[in-house]
């Protein structure tokens, strides 16, 4: 990381950290000089070797396991970071969940809805309320939706209804917490090559998602943690309220 994005003495948390967007995220604010703290639900041999990753960049790191969609594990993840870290310049919100099977609506199961909004929606709302108590002035609070959130998606409603809310939050919580100089905004990724979409890609269906997007391949984690590294930097400082789509031209939307 170059001098552009310059992280040092600063200090983030990073939910999902053990995998994916929220395993390269926590790395790359690592590499630009911050300590970081990542929660995780139940990989902890992954968890584990994320944070050995992050104190071999020479930063602080620690994890803390905890199920977010209860309020007492998101509290006492934001809890430990004012413990740890006597305040909080990064939040992350990463967690969530995408239910793989193409469910119509009249046939989706009140359990699968009730599920994806409490592990999408609750849990946002939960540590993001938190997070809003612990960060210090000039902060920076990132959330990962879904370009789903902004044009729906058929099949997946439980999903795109609670990605959708998310947006509504940023846009709301950005002017409260603008008077202390906090940024609030959402990244919104199309197809990423991680493994909470890997059934998606089975068979010929990898290469038929890569050849419907513009520029011709899937996202890796990489290309939405360098946008996230980006909001929480300085360079970032006047952006707040803004949904960042990441999806290789697939979705044209505002």
């Known amino acids: 990381m170059n001098e552009l ?3 040092t003495g600063k200090t983030g948390v990073v939910t999902g950290g053990s995998r994916g967007v ?6 790359l604010l690592a590499r630009a000089g911050a300590s970081v703290g990542i929660a995780f639900r139940s990989h902890q041999a ?14 602080r790191a620690w994890a803390q396991q905890g199920d977010l969609t209860d309020v007492a594990d998101a509290d006492a ?7 740890e870290f006597d305040g909080l310049d990064i939040f992350v919100a990463n967690h ?43 902060g920076r609070l990132v959330l990962v939706g879904s370009t789903a959130g902004q044009r729906g998606e058929a099949y997946h409603a439980d999903y795109a209804s609670s990605k959708g809310a998310m947006i509504s939050l940023v846009k709301g ?15 919104a990724p199309g197809w990423i090559d991680t493994e ?59």
Do not use: K
Request: aromatic share 4%; proline share 4%.
């Open 5 to 7: 994005i310059d992280l």
């Open 22 to 27: 929220g395993r390269a995220t926590a790395i």
């Open 46 to 59: 992954e968890a584990e070797s994320v944070v050995a990753q992050l104190e071999g960049l020479g930063g």
């Open 77 to 83: 993840l934001l809890a430990r970071a004012q413990e």
């Open 96 to 138: 969530g969940i995408w239910p793989p099977i193409d469910t119509p609506l009249a046939q989706m199961t009140d359990e699968q809805w009730h599920s994806t909004m409490n592990a999408n929606l609750h849990s946002i709302f939960y540590t993001c309320r938190a997070a809003a108590r612990v960060l210090r002035d000039e």
């Open 173 to 187: 919580l950005c002017i409260e917490l603008a008077p202390r100089g906090i940024t609030v905004n959402c990244v």
């Open 196 to 254: 909470m979409s890997a059934t998606a890609y089975e068979g010929e269906e990898r290469q038929r998602i890569a050849e419907s997007i513009p520029i011709g391949r899937i996202a890796t984690a990489e290309d939405v943690a360098g946008p996230i590294v980006f909001l929480c930097s300085r360079l970032g400082r006047h952006i707040t309220g803004e949904i960042l789509n990441i999806n290789g031209g697939a979705v044209l939307v505002g």
